[in-house]
T-cell receptor
Framework: EAQVTQNPRYLITVTGKKLTVTCSQNMNHEYMSWYRQDPGLGLRQIYYSMNVEVTDKGDVPEGYKVSRKEKRNFPLILESPSPNQTSLYFC????????????FGSGTRLTVV | AQKITQTQPGMFVQEKEAVTLDCTYDTSDQSYGLFWYKQPSSGEMIFLIYQGSYDEQNATEGRYSLNFQKARKSANLVISASQLGDSAMYFCAMRTLDSNYQLIWGAGTKLIIKP
């Protein structure tokens, strides 16, 4: 089944403790992206990647890191999480050909206390 | 500037009625794609329907259809015979060459279906 697998679904952590949210897709998509969704602010892009070793900042990259060492994986790293990073996070992937939509992961609800 | 506008923050609709969710877009690109996504209370983002800027016919997927009016730059989602399970947030989004294929999102419409 074609899918984007995102883990964990739920995470509660403490301020300053480094964490990684994993994202993997099995569709051989070139394009991958991370979003955060906050009430009243909609979906905002954090980082995106056009292909392996090619990443770029989205609208709200501060406090986040990403890497794209393999085509299928695009982890999101919070080196020192803060309470303002409490949010719902989505990973998504897409073919770079044409205008096909993104396939989304199931989301990660992160709470930083 | 590229922008998606959804003017209906919330809607209540009686079960089995048809519902139209509004979406207008702004882009100077000639080539673009328009998408609708559904987000139920469980949180996942579900792709519903896609319309390309050069598609001459309106897209349809089961009970979903997209009323595409290019001259007016509108891409309204029509849900026929609404069901209780249609209650969710609905997002309109656009993807263009100029946006580097990134999705530009509307603020969403919260749809509640009344029994």
């Amino acid at each position: 089944e074609a899918q984007v697998t995102q883990n964990p679904r739920y995470l509660i952590t403490v301020t300053g403790k480094k964490l990684t949210v994993t994202c993997s897709q099995n569709m051989n998509h070139e394009y991958m992206s991370w979003y955060r969704q906050d009430p009243g602010l909609g979906l905002r892009q954090i980082y995106y990647s056009m292909n392996v070793e090619v990443t770029d900042k989205g609208d709200v990259p501060e406090g986040y890191k990403v890497s794209r060492k393999e085509k299928r994986n695009f982890p999101l790293i919070l080196e020192s999480p803060s309470p303002n990073q409490t949010s719902l996070y989505f990973c998504a992937s897409s073919s770079s050909q044409g205008f096909f939509g993104y396939t989304f992961g199931s989301g990660t609800r992160l709470t930083v206390v | 500037a590229q922008k998606i506008t959804q003017t209906q923050p919330g809607m209540f609709v009686q079960e089995k009625e048809a519902v139209t969710l509004d979406c207008t877009y702004d882009t100077s690109d000639q080539s673009y794609g328009l998408f609708w996504y559904k987000q139920p209370s469980s949180g996942e983002m579900i792709f519903l329907i896609y319309q390309g800027s050069y598609d001459e016919q309106n897209a349809t997927e089961g009970r979903y259809s997209l009323n595409f009016q290019k001259a007016r730059k509108s891409a309204n989602l029509v849900i026929s015979a609404s069901q209780l399970g249609d209650s969710a947030m609905y997002f309109c989004a656009m993807r263009t060459l100029d946006s580097n294929y990134q999705l530009i999102w509307g603020a969403g419409t919260k749809l509640i279906i009344k029994p």
